[in-house]
């Protein structure tokens, strides 16, 4: 990848848990992934304690090939 740019599009709090909308954006060359991706954060003491994130892991194969594990 040459670059991930991180657009936030929607954020929530309830408690200590925060919840994320976002897309991630990755550059390669002539190419680029929108990947559309949901974080969870758990936040303690003003630190994040566990993070979460889910997205469709087809839709990053069929636009890069590369497996992620």
């Known amino acids: 990848m040459d ?3 991180i657009i936030n599009t929607n ?16 550059r390669w060359g002539k190419k680029v992934l929108d990947l559309p991706v949901a974080g969870v954060f ?5 630190k994040i304690t566990a993070h979460r994130d889910y997205f469709d892991y087809r839709t990053w194969l069929d636009a890069t090939g590369i497996p992620l594990g």
């Open 42 to 46: 758990e936040v303690h003491g003003g």
């Open 11 to 26: 954020v929530a709090a309830e408690g200590p848990v925060v919840f994320t909308e976002r897309i991630d954006r990755f």
């Open 3 to 5: 670059s991930i740019e």
